[in-house]
């Protein structure tokens, strides 16, 4: 029985492989570009990648001055004071702070690139180049110019740390040879006015989107069990297709000379199929064959109650009731918690077990027709990156969720050709919440379900406001009616009403007079 570090080797060799050979995942048409000056302008923009984390603005722009930090920006505290171009100084002689908006950028190393643009989002940057500071071995002008064999082999991949979730501006890298020739442009004090662009392709009336994902992660959660209204409000105007990631077991070795499973429970189908032990405990809890089922399970699910029409609606359902009961190491391979799932979503279990066997099952020496299509769309999409979703096949980057792949998908549609639905909540804050009731409310209070509108908010104001006036006019006629009738009962009492003597005038009686007019002389 092959030991723990001998399957991690094999499972991380056979990562690495996938990432070496995937290339970069993007299909983006994302464009850098230099306006200003004319001399570093390009017809065709400059070659780039785009940072996995932070949030793009999908079929929009970024355009602004760029300023040079001349520092690794690995600090939280930013010094806006300082790099290029050099501005003016204040009272105090010192520089004046970068302009906003304003794009900055950053020379690789000394940090990881979530750290960099976190810091430079802090600072108040729109958007943030990291510029590389080595060249690939591959870029002969790059090797040539800087007259250094220092090279590395691959290009780097501007991946998420972990904790890149907080991110919101979009980071791009730029090669040595094209990044030293701005850096050169604004240490000379001339202004570098750079553009930062995304547009997804947009075919048709019909987009497509897709996610890559894993039964074990937790990433994707909120997204999984929250976008069902929105898949059903986009309905066949939006195609979806959910893809689960496995690794091939051929290719890592797990397979052995014999046909038999070298990778103990990380595999199925003796050494084809793998995935990576979410527990790292090869012997007790969740096995990697286990996500490999559970994989294949959630894919006969979509090929019967999704694949007609793209919505899906019970595949959402499984997947939400299976987060609810079986996401954890007692449940995740029970068939009872499957069977109750699956229930619950009206999934017919006999259909889906049927299904698993007749692609080729999990426990013979054969393949599996469809791990294997899996396989092989994974490895033309380039997927390295989970959970990753994509949109017209264009890799959407930041954190995945409701509203950032609703945007999307609604920058997707052919321009004139958006569904009503993107119409009314492509703009709305709480898109989630819009497509729910189906108009949107600028919300007080935050949270979903939580918010009250605006328009209700002040209504109710106004209500509370005349409720409160005219309870208080009430009350304050009925004190200065009972005051009046106390200040004439007092000087009835104590002043003659008539003239008792039978002398005088008795059309007029000077206390009667004065009782009568006493409350609005004295009192109003």
């Not at 940090?111 to 500071?133: E, L």
């Not at 006015?193 to 987009?207: F, K």
């Not at 729910?436 to 935050?446: R, V």
């Amino acid at each position: 029985m092959p030991t723990i570090s001998e399957l991690a080797v094999a499972i991380m060799a056979l990562a690495a492989d996938y990432t070496a050979s995937a290339g970069t995942p993007d299909n983006v048409s994302s464009r850098l570009a230099i306006h200003i000056p004319h001399s570093l302008f390009k017809e065709n923009g400059y070659d780039h990648r785009e940072a996995l984390f932070g949030i793009p603005p999908y079929g929009g722009s970024i355009a602004q001055n760029l300023y040079y930090a001349d520092s690794n920006l690995c600090d939280v505290s930013v010094d806006t004071r300082t790099g290029y171009p050099e501005r003016e100084k204040d009272d105090k002689g010192m520089m004046l702070p970068w302009p906003s908006p304003y794009i900055l950028m950053v020379d690789r190393g000394g940090c990881s690139f979530v750290q960099k643009v976190r810091n430079a989002q802090r600072s108040g940057a729109a958007g943030v180049i990291i510029a590389d500071t080595t060249c690939l071995c591959s870029d002969t002008e790059c090797l040539k110019v800087n007259e250094s064999s220092n090279c590395e082999t691959a290009e780097p991949i501007m991946a998420d740390d972990g904790s890149g979730a907080d991110i919101s501006v979009p980071a791009f890298l730029m090669f040595k040879h094209d990044a030293d020739r701005v850096k050169d442009e604004v240490m000379q004090n001339n202004m570098v006015q750079l553009e930062m662009a995304w547009a997804l392709p947009s075919p048709d009336d019909r987009v497509e989107y897709d996610l890559w994902t894993v039964p074990t992660e937790s990433l994707s959660k909120n997204f999984l069990t929250n976008f069902k209204d929105i898949a059903k409000a986009l309905g066949e105007r939006a195609y979806f297709t959910p893809h689960m990631f496995i690794y091939d077991g051929v290719k890592s070795g797990c397979m052995g000379k014999d046909g038999t499973n070298q990778c103990y429970s990380l595999c199925t189908n003796n050494g084809r199929y793998c995935a990576t032990d979410p527990d790292d405990n090869l012997d007790e809890g969740v096995s990697g064959a286990d996500v490999v089922e559970e994989s294949l399970r959630r894919v006969c699910i979509w090929k019967h109650y999704g694949e007609s029409d793209g919505i899906g609606l019970q595949w959402w359902d499984y997947v939400s009731e299976f987060f609810e009961r079986c996401q954890n190491p007692d449940y995740f391979a029970n068939p009872d918690c499957h069977n109750d799932a699956m229930n619950q979503a009206n999934v017919d279990k006999q259909v889906v077990e049927q299904c698993m066997l007749d692609s080729g099952g999990l426990t013979n020496d054969s393949t599996n027709a469809f791990l294997e299509a899996e396989l092989d769309a994974q490895r033309r999409r380039g997927v390295v990156v989970l959970p990753t979703a994509f949109v017209n096949t264009a890799a959407i980057r930041g954190a995945l969720s409701s509203n950032t792949v609703f945007a999307a998908i609604c920058a997707g549609f052919l321009d004139g050709t958006e569904p009503e639905t993107c119409q009314t909540c492509g703009a709305c804050p709480d898109k989630l919440g819009c497509v729910s009731s189906g108009k949107c409310s600028d919300s007080i209070g935050g949270g979903k379900g939580s918010g009250v509108s605006f328009k209700t908010f002040t209504i109710s104001l106004f209500a509370a406001a005349g409720m409160i006036g005219g309870v208080g006019y009430y009350y304050h006629q009925r004190s200065q009616r009972d005051m009046r009738e106390q200040v004439r009962g007092i000087l009835s009492e104590y002043m003659p009403l008539e003239d008792q003597d039978g002398g005088g005038d008795t059309d007029f009686n000077p206390a009667t007079e004065f009782s009568y007019n006493a409350g609005k002389t004295l009192i109003e």
